[in-house]
């Protein structure tokens, strides 16, 4: 499915092509954000033209603080062609040494995610607002990191 929405957009030009010195990687967590607008304008305002959502289950267990309902389906719907859920993305408990194990079940979106790249200003999702207790640095920047990319969290 995703290599169909990469053809996709690459067939229609929806994106120019991103220069190779310009590759980077962001990260951001919607903890603390009141409604889809806000993450839209944060997106907007970075050029980021499309967000994975690397929780491992797409609804939120953990924050409630508003009404908007942080689910795969409403954010598909919102963001439209420009959302993505990786479930192998998902954390395994943040902790450092789970790394090895996580690498190998995210191994293959990891590719994708740098394939998208080639034609998107991508961001990485999760819930939580602080990235250094969170696995999109601990994990998931992390393999992006050694690769040569640079990752910034928003």
Request: aromatic share 12%; charged share 30%.
């Amino acid at each position: 499915m995703q290599q169909k929405l990469l053809d996709y957009l690459t067939e229609n030009n929806v994106l120019p092509e991103v220069s190779e010195s310009t590759k980077r990687f962001f990260t951001i967590g919607y903890g603390g954000l009141n409604s889809f607008d806000e993450l839209k304008d944060i997106l907007e305002s970075n050029r980021i033209t499309m967000l994975i959502d690397i929780r491992s289950k797409p609804y939120s267990r953990k924050w409630r603080k508003t009404d908007v309902s942080w689910n795969k389906k409403a954010l598909q719907e919102y963001f439209s062609g420009r959302y993505i859920h990786m479930e192998e993305m998902g954390g395994l408990g943040y902790e450092p040494n789970e790394y090895e194990r996580w690498f190998k079940i995210a191994e293959n979106r990891i590719n994708e995610i740098i394939e998208l790249s080639k034609i998107h200003k991508v961001a990485l999702m999760c819930v939580e607002k602080d990235p250094n207790k969170c696995h999109r640095k601990l994990f998931a920047a992390r393999a992006l990191e050694e690769r040569g990319f640079s990752v910034y969290h928003i």
